[in-house]
């Protein structure tokens, strides 16, 4: 039996336009509405995922930078979002200045593992860190601290080519800074049924990846692209869609893979 309290999953790849911070905000909804105390780490100087979550940029007067940087601790910095139970360590555009400042320091690596050990930051039964597109210190922080990683994939022809990369990076993340990241798994993102391509995409990736692949499929779907734009999540901006349906499944699937995990 695992003794952990918490679970940290790390949202990533380094492509961007994937259905990431889509997936870190509606997995995030969907976990805490079933009662699981959740919170995002969004670790993007771009900040779509506090802006999807509605937290205006003048209300994040403490973000991911001053965590990582030492000067706060995950909870001084976490807000409270419209959806009960999640909570949101916001970014600001400090974050892109966080490489360059710390390049220096021999825990450069750990800062954001550092801060989750912490006792406040171990209340939340999981934790998101939504990721930037790319493979720099901001994620590799991520992948130090993670558990597990959680990567969506575009049902796109280059889906495949990116995956391998990933995994090599998974292989060096392993041999480096975080011996026991496991795979979650890999979810199929924007599907469209129509498409030859999108259900070829679907086919090889479930024969190269077998079981690491999330039986659920999320549909490209407009009312999961328009709910950001409202500051909130598709599952509450429509929960009746077919994308909002198809979070709250990915949600089961995450929570079973984890009640196998802890019985093993
Ligand atoms: P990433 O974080 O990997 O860059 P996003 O989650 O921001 O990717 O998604 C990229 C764009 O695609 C966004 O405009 C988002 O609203 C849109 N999008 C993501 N998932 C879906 C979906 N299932 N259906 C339709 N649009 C989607
Ligand atoms: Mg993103």
Do not use: W
């Not at 999807?52 to 979002?81: C, F, M, N, P, Q």
């Not at 022809?157 to 060096?172: K, V």
């Not at 199929?188 to 190269?208: G, I």
């Amino acid at each position: 039996m695992s003794l952990e309290k918490n679970r940290i999953i790390t949202i990533a790849n380094q492509k961007g336009g994937v259905g990431k911070t889509t997936t870190a905000i509606n997995l995030a909804t969907a976990l805490a509405a079933i009662g699981e105390r959740v919170l995002i780490v969004d670790l993007d100087p771009q900040g779509n995922a506090s802006t999807g979550l509605g937290i205006d940029r003048r209300d994040r007067k403490l973000s991911s930078y001053d965590v990582l940087v030492g000067d706060h601790s995950i909870t001084e910095a976490a807000l409270a979002t419209s959806v009960p139970n999640l909570s949101i360590v916001p970014s600001t555009m400090d974050l892109l200045g966080f490489e360059m400042e710390i390049s220096q320091e021999a825990d450069r690596v750990f800062r954001l593992k550092n801060a989750l050990a912490l006792d406040d930051a171990r209340e939340y039964s999981y934790v998101l860190l939504d990721c930037p597109p790319s493979f720099n210190l901001l994620t590799m922080n991520a992948m130090a601290a993670a558990h597990s990683i959680l990567v969506p994939l575009q049902c796109e022809f280059f889906a495949l080519e990116g995956l391998s990369q990933l995994l090599e990076t998974i292989n060096q993340v392993r041999q480096s800074v975080n011996p026991t990241l496991d795979i979650q798994g890999i979810v199929l993102t924007m599907f469209d049924s129509r498409n030859n391509l999108a259900q070829q995409v679907v086919s090889d990736v479930r024969e190269h990846l077998g079981e690491k692949v999330y039986t659920t499929l999320i549909p490209r779907n407009v009312r999961v692209s328009e709910a950001p734009s409202y500051g909130k999540p598709a599952i509450l901006y429509d929960l009746k869609c077919a994308g909002s349906q198809a979070y709250l499944q990915l949600a089961s699937e995450v929570i079973q893979r984890e009640r196998q995990r802890k019985a093993a």
